[in-house]
Protein backbone atom coordinates (compact mmCIF):
# COMPACT_ATOMS: atom_id res chain seq x y z
CA UNK A 1 0.00 0.00 0.00
CA UNK A 2 3.14 2.10 0.92
CA UNK A 3 4.65 1.63 -2.65
CA UNK A 4 1.25 2.13 -4.62
CA UNK A 5 0.77 5.52 -2.80
CA UNK A 6 4.62 6.62 -2.98
CA UNK A 7 4.35 5.53 -7.02
CA UNK A 8 1.30 7.39 -7.52
CA UNK A 9 1.32 10.59 -5.63
CA UNK A 10 5.36 11.44 -5.28
CA UNK A 11 7.68 13.05 -7.94
CA UNK A 12 10.26 10.56 -8.98
CA UNK A 13 13.00 12.66 -7.70
CA UNK A 14 11.21 13.05 -4.12
CA UNK A 15 11.15 9.64 -4.41
CA UNK A 16 14.22 8.43 -2.30
CA UNK A 17 13.18 10.34 0.43
CA UNK A 18 9.52 9.54 0.92
CA UNK A 19 10.89 5.65 0.86
CA UNK A 20 13.61 6.15 3.30
CA UNK A 21 10.83 8.14 5.33
CA UNK A 22 8.90 4.88 5.57
CA UNK A 23 11.06 2.26 5.72
CA UNK A 24 13.41 3.73 8.32
CA UNK A 25 10.33 2.77 10.61
CA UNK A 26 12.36 -0.55 10.41
CA UNK A 27 15.36 0.85 12.16
CA UNK A 28 13.04 2.40 14.42
CA UNK A 29 11.28 -0.47 15.51
CA UNK A 30 15.04 -2.33 16.05
CA UNK A 31 15.72 0.60 18.38
CA UNK A 32 12.77 -0.16 20.29
CA UNK A 33 12.75 -3.22 21.08
CA UNK A 34 16.07 -3.45 21.69
CA UNK A 35 15.08 -1.22 24.14
CA UNK A 36 11.91 -2.43 25.74
CA UNK A 37 13.12 -5.98 25.52
CA UNK A 38 15.45 -5.93 27.99
CA UNK A 39 13.49 -4.77 31.05
CA UNK A 40 10.67 -6.65 30.20
CA UNK A 41 12.08 -10.03 30.30
CA UNK A 42 13.83 -8.85 33.50
CA UNK A 43 10.54 -8.03 34.73
CA UNK A 44 8.41 -10.44 33.79
CA UNK A 45 9.84 -13.02 31.78
CA UNK A 46 10.12 -13.67 28.11
CA UNK A 47 6.51 -14.40 27.46
CA UNK A 48 5.90 -10.60 28.32
CA UNK A 49 7.58 -9.84 25.41
CA UNK A 50 5.25 -11.00 22.88
CA UNK A 51 2.38 -9.80 24.97
CA UNK A 52 3.59 -6.40 25.02
CA UNK A 53 4.40 -6.44 21.18
CA UNK A 54 1.19 -7.93 20.45
CA UNK A 55 -1.20 -5.95 22.61
CA UNK A 56 0.74 -3.14 21.12
CA UNK A 57 0.13 -3.70 17.74
CA UNK A 58 -3.52 -4.32 18.18
CA UNK A 59 -3.24 -0.67 20.08
CA UNK A 60 -1.49 0.35 16.60
CA UNK A 61 -4.24 -1.22 14.52
CA UNK A 62 -7.36 0.22 16.28
CA UNK A 63 -5.81 3.77 15.65
CA UNK A 64 -5.26 3.45 12.50
CA UNK A 65 -8.41 2.29 11.70
CA UNK A 66 -10.10 5.31 13.52
CA UNK A 67 -7.65 7.24 11.55
CA UNK A 68 -9.95 9.26 8.30
CA UNK A 69 -8.69 8.54 4.67
CA UNK A 70 -7.20 11.52 3.43
CA UNK A 71 -8.39 12.93 0.47
CA UNK A 72 -6.72 12.36 -3.20
CA UNK A 73 -3.95 15.02 -3.89
CA UNK A 74 -5.13 18.21 -6.08
CA UNK A 75 -4.45 17.58 -9.41
CA UNK A 76 -3.01 13.75 -9.39
CA UNK A 77 -3.33 11.72 -12.31
CA UNK A 78 -5.58 9.47 -12.19
CA UNK A 79 -3.88 5.55 -12.72
CA UNK A 80 -5.94 2.45 -12.87
CA UNK A 81 -6.04 -0.45 -10.21
CA UNK A 82 -5.41 -4.03 -12.23
CA UNK A 83 -7.17 -6.96 -10.93
CA UNK A 84 -4.64 -10.00 -10.37
CA UNK A 85 -5.93 -11.84 -13.06
CA UNK A 86 -5.08 -8.99 -15.25
CA UNK A 87 -1.36 -8.91 -14.02
CA UNK A 88 1.27 -9.37 -16.80
CA UNK A 89 3.04 -11.90 -15.31
CA UNK A 90 4.96 -13.30 -18.42
CA UNK A 91 6.16 -9.95 -19.03
CA UNK A 92 7.58 -9.83 -15.20
CA UNK A 93 8.66 -13.00 -15.64
CA UNK A 94 10.90 -11.92 -18.94
CA UNK A 95 11.79 -8.95 -17.75
CA UNK A 96 16.03 -8.72 -17.18
CA UNK A 97 15.46 -5.60 -14.76
CA UNK A 98 13.22 -7.91 -12.49
CA UNK A 99 15.80 -10.58 -12.29
CA UNK A 100 18.18 -7.64 -11.26
CA UNK A 101 16.08 -6.00 -8.73
CA UNK A 102 15.04 -9.88 -7.14
CA UNK A 103 18.61 -10.72 -6.93
CA UNK A 104 19.76 -7.03 -5.13
CA UNK A 105 16.70 -8.07 -2.94
CA UNK A 106 18.04 -11.36 -2.44
CA UNK A 107 21.55 -10.39 -1.47
CA UNK A 108 20.35 -7.45 0.91
CA UNK A 109 17.77 -9.58 3.09
CA UNK A 110 20.92 -12.50 3.14
CA UNK A 111 23.04 -9.89 4.60
CA UNK A 112 20.60 -8.01 6.83
CA UNK A 113 18.62 -10.57 8.41
CA UNK A 114 22.17 -12.56 8.99
CA UNK A 115 23.62 -9.92 10.80
CA UNK A 116 20.65 -8.89 12.93
CA UNK A 117 20.06 -12.71 14.43
CA UNK A 118 23.54 -13.05 14.90
CA UNK A 119 24.58 -9.85 16.41
CA UNK A 120 23.94 -10.25 19.72
CA UNK A 121 25.99 -13.60 19.64
CA UNK A 122 28.68 -12.29 17.81
CA UNK A 123 29.05 -9.03 20.53
CA UNK A 124 28.93 -11.72 23.20
CA UNK A 125 30.58 -14.64 21.80
CA UNK A 126 33.37 -13.12 19.64
CA UNK A 127 33.93 -9.85 21.86
CA UNK A 128 33.54 -10.99 25.24
CA UNK A 129 30.48 -8.45 26.08
CA UNK A 130 27.88 -9.04 28.49
CA UNK A 131 23.98 -9.33 27.54
CA UNK A 132 23.69 -5.76 28.36
CA UNK A 133 26.56 -4.17 26.77
CA UNK A 134 25.26 -6.25 23.66
CA UNK A 135 21.76 -5.12 23.83
CA UNK A 136 23.90 -1.68 23.68
CA UNK A 137 26.30 -2.06 20.82
CA UNK A 138 23.00 -3.31 19.23
CA UNK A 139 21.41 -0.05 19.29
CA UNK A 140 24.21 2.11 17.84
CA UNK A 141 23.48 0.08 13.56
CA UNK A 142 19.93 0.85 13.52
CA UNK A 143 20.46 4.05 15.30
CA UNK A 144 22.86 5.33 12.44
CA UNK A 145 21.00 3.83 9.75
CA UNK A 146 17.99 6.04 10.57
CA UNK A 147 20.61 9.05 9.73
CA UNK A 148 22.50 7.35 6.99
CA UNK A 149 18.89 6.93 5.08
CA UNK A 150 18.09 10.25 5.17
CA UNK A 151 21.28 11.79 3.81
CA UNK A 152 21.21 9.02 1.19
CA UNK A 153 17.81 10.01 0.00
CA UNK A 154 18.50 13.40 0.57
CA UNK A 155 21.72 12.87 -2.12
CA UNK A 156 19.81 10.52 -4.72
CA UNK A 157 16.78 12.92 -5.18
CA UNK A 158 19.17 16.42 -5.55
CA UNK A 159 21.37 14.48 -8.35
CA UNK A 160 17.95 13.03 -10.37
CA UNK A 161 16.30 17.17 -9.52
CA UNK A 162 19.39 18.24 -11.57
CA UNK A 163 18.59 15.95 -14.30
CA UNK A 164 20.90 12.93 -13.94
CA UNK A 165 20.30 10.11 -15.12
CA UNK A 166 17.75 7.98 -12.75
CA UNK A 167 19.57 4.63 -13.86
CA UNK A 168 22.98 5.74 -12.96
CA UNK A 169 21.96 7.56 -9.61
CA UNK A 170 20.19 4.55 -8.38
CA UNK A 171 23.18 2.34 -9.30
CA UNK A 172 25.62 4.10 -7.48
CA UNK A 173 23.49 3.94 -4.58
CA UNK A 174 23.29 0.25 -4.96
CA UNK A 175 27.24 0.36 -5.36
CA UNK A 176 27.79 2.00 -1.72
CA UNK A 177 24.53 -0.61 -0.51
CA UNK A 178 26.61 -3.50 -1.31
CA UNK A 179 30.47 -3.02 -1.22
CA UNK A 180 30.33 -0.70 1.87
CA UNK A 181 29.07 -3.36 4.05
CA UNK A 182 31.30 -6.05 2.59
CA UNK A 183 34.13 -3.92 3.72
CA UNK A 184 32.90 -2.60 7.06
CA UNK A 185 32.32 -6.14 7.44
CA UNK A 186 35.38 -7.81 6.56
CA UNK A 187 37.05 -4.94 8.90
CA UNK A 188 35.07 -5.62 11.65
CA UNK A 189 36.14 -9.59 11.45
CA UNK A 190 39.39 -8.58 11.54
CA UNK A 191 39.42 -5.87 14.32
CA UNK A 192 41.07 -6.93 17.50
CA UNK A 193 38.60 -5.38 20.15
CA UNK A 194 35.20 -4.90 20.89
CA UNK A 195 35.02 -1.07 19.80
CA UNK A 196 36.53 -1.87 16.17
CA UNK A 197 34.01 -4.62 15.85
CA UNK A 198 31.12 -1.88 17.03
CA UNK A 199 31.92 0.72 14.46
CA UNK A 200 32.77 -1.95 11.24
CA UNK A 201 28.74 -3.41 12.13
CA UNK A 202 27.69 0.44 12.62
CA UNK A 203 28.84 1.52 9.53
CA UNK A 204 28.15 -1.87 7.22
CA UNK A 205 24.73 -1.57 8.02
CA UNK A 206 24.45 2.07 8.21
CA UNK A 207 25.83 2.33 4.61
CA UNK A 208 23.29 -1.15 3.99
CA UNK A 209 20.67 1.58 3.95
CA UNK A 210 21.62 3.34 0.81
CA UNK A 211 19.52 0.54 -0.75
CA UNK A 212 16.13 2.44 0.49
CA UNK A 213 17.26 5.29 -2.44
CA UNK A 214 18.07 2.47 -4.78
CA UNK A 215 16.75 -0.86 -4.47
CA UNK A 216 13.30 0.23 -3.16
CA UNK A 217 12.63 2.91 -5.60
CA UNK A 218 12.97 0.82 -8.64
CA UNK A 219 9.47 -0.64 -8.62
CA UNK A 220 8.01 2.71 -8.98
CA UNK A 221 10.47 3.94 -11.50
CA UNK A 222 9.63 0.68 -13.60
CA UNK A 223 5.84 1.16 -13.18
CA UNK A 224 3.31 3.28 -11.28
CA UNK A 225 0.70 0.76 -11.88
CA UNK A 226 2.06 -2.24 -10.94
CA UNK A 227 4.93 -1.13 -8.37
CA UNK A 228 3.39 -3.02 -5.24
CA UNK A 229 3.20 -6.00 -7.35
CA UNK A 230 6.53 -5.57 -8.38
CA UNK A 231 7.86 -4.96 -5.01
CA UNK A 232 5.89 -7.69 -3.46
CA UNK A 233 7.45 -10.31 -6.06
CA UNK A 234 11.02 -9.01 -4.99
CA UNK A 235 10.40 -9.01 -0.79
CA UNK A 236 9.15 -12.84 -1.61
CA UNK A 237 12.48 -13.48 -3.07
CA UNK A 238 14.17 -11.33 -0.65
CA UNK A 239 12.53 -13.08 2.00
CA UNK A 240 14.52 -16.33 1.07
CA UNK A 241 17.22 -15.13 1.28
CA UNK A 242 16.92 -13.75 4.91
CA UNK A 243 15.51 -17.36 6.06
CA UNK A 244 19.03 -18.95 3.81
CA UNK A 245 21.13 -16.56 5.17
CA UNK A 246 20.67 -16.89 8.93
CA UNK A 247 20.46 -20.64 8.24
CA UNK A 248 23.41 -21.04 6.52
CA UNK A 249 25.55 -18.70 8.70
CA UNK A 250 24.66 -21.22 11.64
CA UNK A 251 26.17 -24.37 10.49
CA UNK A 252 29.69 -22.59 9.52
CA UNK A 253 30.06 -20.69 12.60
CA UNK A 254 29.36 -23.29 15.25
CA UNK A 255 31.54 -25.48 13.53
CA UNK A 256 34.82 -22.82 12.54
CA UNK A 257 34.04 -20.88 15.44
CA UNK A 258 32.33 -22.70 17.94
CA UNK A 259 29.65 -20.08 18.41
CA UNK A 260 25.79 -20.82 18.96
CA UNK A 261 22.67 -18.88 18.69
CA UNK A 262 21.31 -20.10 21.78
Known amino acids: ATTDMIA ?20 VGNVVGLLVTPPLIALFGWQAVFY ?25 KKIGRVRLSELPWRAFAQNRTMWGVSAAHFADS ?8 WL ?12 SEAALYSLMPPTIGILVAGVASTWVDAKIARGEDVTSV ?36 GSA ?5 SLFCIHQDLSKRHAPTLL ?31
Open 232 to 262: GITSSVGSLGGIVGTALTAEPLSILCGYSST
Open 8 to 27: RYVPREERARAVGIVFSGFN
Open 110 to 117: FGKFTILA
Open 52 to 76: AFGAAGAVWLAVWLALPAPDEPVGA
Open 120 to 131: PTFFVQRSGASL
Open 170 to 205: RRQAWTVAALGPAVCLTLAALAPGKIGAVLGLTVAL
Open 209 to 213: RFALA
